[in-house]
């Protein structure tokens, strides 16, 4: 792990304690909603020369920090590859291991244009499937260390006042998405 840790219900930047790195590994971070699934895409065709891919891109490209699917899975995923690998992560460069073998792509996006697509994803977000995935993946114990009481309230109807949350951080999602982490994850990677 890097030199800070970022937790939330959605990531937790530890998993990457004890990971193995190859000579070749690509480590995808970006904030949210900045191009990460683009990236990926990029590094897919760059990887396999061709459109037409062995597997979905998120087998190919697993989040390694995310809590739905047991840390244990996704290594083992990792592990059996055979070509050259790109990693997906949310998780600022602060916060994971550095290894001069990896090669680090950082994208960011214009903070409009992540507020609108966070927005949108939200809107979109099964978050009951999303819940039970993470149980089921890595439990709720830890739901009082992260101050999580429950759902979190429903978002304002008017969508002016939705990107000024976003703008100014809302407590409902910090940590996840938010002007804040959009400029503190670019900056890790400018410093």
């Known amino acids: 792990m890097g030199d800070r840790r970022y937790r939330n219900f959605v990531h937790d930047s530890a998993r990457w304690d004890g990971f193995e790195f190859r000579d070749d590994d690509i480590v995808i971070s970006t904030p949210a909603k900045c191009g990460t699934t683009w990236m990926q895409m990029i590094c897919a065709l760059l990887v396999f020369r061709t459109a037409d891919l062995p597997a979905p891109l998120a087998q190919l490209t697993p989040w390694l920090d995310m809590n739905t699917r047991p840390l244990d899975e996704v290594v083992a995923q990792l592990d059996a590859q055979t070509h050259r690998r790109f990693i997906k992560t949310h998780t600022p460069l602060d916060g994971l291991p550095f290894d001069p073998r990896v090669t680090y792509v950082h994208v ?84």
């Open 108 to 191: 960011c996006r214009d903070p409009r244009d992540a507020a609108m697509s966070w927005d949108n994803h939200m809107a979109n977000m099964d978050m009951e499937r999303f819940t039970a995935m993470r149980i089921e993946a890595v439990g709720i114990d830890d739901l009082d260390e992260l101050g999580i009481t429950g759902p979190p309230p429903p978002p304002p109807d008017d969508p002016v006042e939705r990107f000024w949350r976003w703008v100014e951080g809302d407590p409902a999602t910090v940590g996840t998405s938010g002007l804040d982490q959009l400029v503190h994850h670019a900056a890790t990677f400018w410093d």
